[in-house]
């Protein structure tokens, strides 16, 4: 039996050093827990001459991913470089090497995650993504094995910590959208170039890969709906509150008969929801399970310690099967291969929910049976109306609940409204969630 599991790592990046320093501090402790050492031989990164302010020996730092990828002596690589490509190309040689992955790479498992599984399982090698949903909230492994013996129902999650602290700056401070993107900004919450994280790709990444364990199916990632938060304003926020919601961005997942309603959308949660009151970056799951009932996952979504903590669980979890031949015990995809079917989507005209509707009108009489008529001949009924008193040049914003609508009749009928003259700029509309 080897008593020494030797890793490589390809990224030295925030989530690499943090795995350099998970394995500095509890280096000892693990190997208590495993019976063996995890030894870290070579880290590769176009880039080793940056301080991280983590010490390593500078012979095990390359440019030369390769080193690692053709290393006889390597069990398990570490792909943290992120992107498509050559990440891609990384792993799978990796794994054509007999070596066992784990990665953080929630964009290229979406996308290239069935040629991966395959790959590693015709191999017989390991894959480890726990890190790459939801950082340290070990979601991945719960619904693989905790949640094994349930058919899960649903899935709803805040799982992109940069638009949930956007949101909670917006909702507690009352700032502007571009003020709390700048603030996270200036914080290292939201990147540079914050797009794939407030317009939903990251979390439409994450809820793919979610389904995909949850329910069994291929979820071609080009089709899940995205709607991101940069059109939300204070007006919405504070509406929201009025009517006793707020505004998450949700990603979900629900089993509807044969098809999967999956999208992902800033959604006015009930505060009765306890989803609804988790603020800042935190990220939190909730499932839905027949025998379980509901469950949520809370905590760190991000960050370099609390995203490493998942990438050093999976090495270890790797080890064991290494040391115990137990090696794909648990499919990495939940289900076993010949099981894993193609759930058509459902499209988004065709689902059903309550609806926010955010117009701005122009003040006078007769207005508001104009847009009710609108409303009553595309099958909507209303719920409630709100209008707040008059602002300067933009009109009066005038709120519509609905009951229970389809999506189709809704912009069918926005459609029509925003024709009229009545109307000062294009109406503005939310899914109501108010239970998971
Ligand atoms: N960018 C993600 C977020 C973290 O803001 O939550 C990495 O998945």
Do not use: W
């Not at 949101?167 to 700048?182: C, P, T």
């Not at 050093?312 to 990495?332: F, H, K, M, Y």
């Not at 008529?373 to 595309?378: A, D, F, H, S, V």
């Amino acid at each position: 039996m080897p008593k020494t599991i030797t890793v490589g790592l390809i990224g030295f990046g925030t989530i690499g050093t943090g795995v350099v320093k998970t394995l500095q501090m509890n280096g000892e402790l693990i190997t208590k827990r495993l019976g063996a050492e995890i030894r870290l031989k070579k880290i590769a990164d176009l880039d080793i001459e940056t301080d991280r302010g983590v010490k390593v020996d500078p012979s095990i730092l390359t440019t030369n991913a390769e080193e690692i990828l053709n290393d006889p002596e390597i069990d398990v690589i570490i792909e943290l470089m992120g992107g498509y490509h050559p990440a891609r190309e990384f792993i799978l040689k990796g794994i054509e090497n007999g070596k066992s992955i784990v990665t953080a790479n929630k964009a290229l498992m979406a996308k290239h995650g069935e040629e991966i599984f395959e790959a590693a399982e015709a191999k017989g090698v390991s894959i480890g993504f726990e890190a790459s949903v939801g950082g340290a909230i070990p979601v991945i492994r719960t619904i693989k094995e905790d949640f094994a013996a349930n058919e899960i129902l649903s899935i709803f999650g805040i799982v992109n910590g940069t638009a949930n602290y956007i949101l909670s700056k917006m909702s507690d401070q009352g700032e502007d959208f571009q003020d709390a993107l700048k603030e996270a900004q200036r914080l290292g919450f939201a990147e540079a170039d914050p797009t794939f994280d407030i317009e939903g790709h990251d979390s439409a990444h994450k809820i793919a890969l979610l389904a995909t364990l949850a329910f069994g199916t291929r979820v071609p990632i080009d089709d899940v709906y995205m709607e991101g938060i940069s059109k939300i304003t204070q007006d919405d926020i504070h509406f929201a509150k009025q009517f006793g919601y707020r505004i998450k961005l949700l990603a979900i997942a629900k089993q509807c008969g044969d098809s999967l309603d999956i999208r992902v959308h800033p959604t006015m949660i009930s505060v009765d929801n306890p989803i609804s009151n988790i603020n800042g970056a935190t990220n939190a799951i909730e499932i839905l399970g027949n025998a379980m009932e509901t469950s949520m996952l809370v905590g760190e979504g991000a960050g370099s310690l609390p995203t490493a903590s998942a990438v050093v669980g999976d090495v270890i979890e790797i080890s064991r099967n290494i040391l115990t031949g137990g090696q794909n015990r648990v499919p990495a995809r939940s289900f076993l291969k010949e099981n894993i079917r193609t759930m058509p989507i459902k499209p988004m005209e065709e689902i059903e929910s309550e609806y926010y509707l955010r117009f701005y009108v122009v003040d006078r009489p007769g207005v508001l049976s104009k847009i009710s008529g609108i409303l009553g001949n595309n099958n909507i009924s209303i719920g409630s109306v709100i209008q707040k008193e008059q602002k300067e040049n933009s009109g009066v914003p005038l709120v519509i609940t609905t009951h229970t609508a389809m999506e189709r009749n809704i912009r069918n009928a926005l459609a029509e409204i925003d024709k009229l003259d009545i109307i000062k700029k294009e109406t503005f509309y939310l899914r109501l969630e108010k239970e998971g």
